[in-house]
């Protein structure tokens, strides 16, 4: 926010961000509040001095603190992958060498969900020439029907095709080529015609797997421990 902390703690919530998306801030501040939901904001930007940009996505979870009802919030510089996305609504000719170099997977595909454009880095990323992924569906090629803890990921890619709007934010299991599983925490912007019917779905994704991975190995970890502590409660209870 480039603000000390004095600042921050100074500062409503809402003036941390630009005057643009201040009522989006305050209705996901009302959600959480009256409706007592854990809602994200998909982008929203950064009241920043100066010419500096910056847009984040927000993603929240009411805890207790301190006896206290409070809400933690994590902000996830998205500024990158958001240009991209307006970069390729603006002018995709403009600027498509520059999405060719991004270190960002782009994608765009059709109502059905079929492939209809990848950037070079996708095509890297999960193995695939981009002639291979045109015109096929997501669950043919980078996409498991089902994820290793069962998730029903054919289900879901049904209902973003129904609803797009629900899954603006979404992370999910994704397979290379070869078998490998990865995961990719996407950003997908529904694009519609004049008649308002859904025409195109453009998306960004960033490897996420690291992440996973070690969120998974913790839990292992956690749940080992429980188990240890349970048994020696049981052996000195």
């Known amino acids: 926010f480039e603000r000390s902390s004095t600042e921050i703690r100074q500062s409503s919530i809402h003036e941390l961000f630009h005057e643009a998306d201040r009522d989006t801030v305050r209705g996901w501040y009302r959600a959480i509040n009256d409706l007592h939901r854990d809602p994200s904001i998909p982008a929203v930007k950064i009241d920043l001095p100066g010419d500096t940009e910056r847009w984040v996505e927000i993603r929240s979870t009411t805890i207790t603190w301190q006896s206290n009802p409070a809400i933690l919030c994590f902000l996830i510089d998205i500024s990158e992958s958001y ?7 603006e002018s995709e000719k403009q600027y498509r060498d520059l999405v060719q170099l991004m270190n960002v997977i782009i994608m765009k595909a059709d109502s059905d969900f079929n492939f209809t454009f990848m950037n070079r880095f996708g095509q890297e990323f999960f193995g695939y020439e981009e002639e291979e992924l045109i015109g096929k569906s997501i669950l043919e090629t980078i996409t498991p ?12 890619v ?14 999910n299991e994704n397979v290379h080529r070869d078998g490998r599983k990865m995961w990719v925490g996407w950003r997908n912007k529904p694009i519609y015609d004049h008649t308002g019917k859904l025409v195109e779905i453009i998306s960004t994704g960033i490897d996420i797997t690291d992440r996973v991975l070690a969120e998974k190995d913790v839990k292992k970890k956690t749940t080992a421990l429980q188990e240890k502590v349970k048994e020696l409660n049981c052996l000195y209870g």
């Open 145 to 156: 029907r089902k994820d290793e803890d069962g998730r029903d990921l054919a289900g879901m």
């Open 83 to 89: 240009r991209m996305e307006r970069a390729l609504m």
């Open 158 to 171: 049904d209902r973003m095709i129904k609803d797009p709007t629900d899954f603006t934010v979404n992370e």
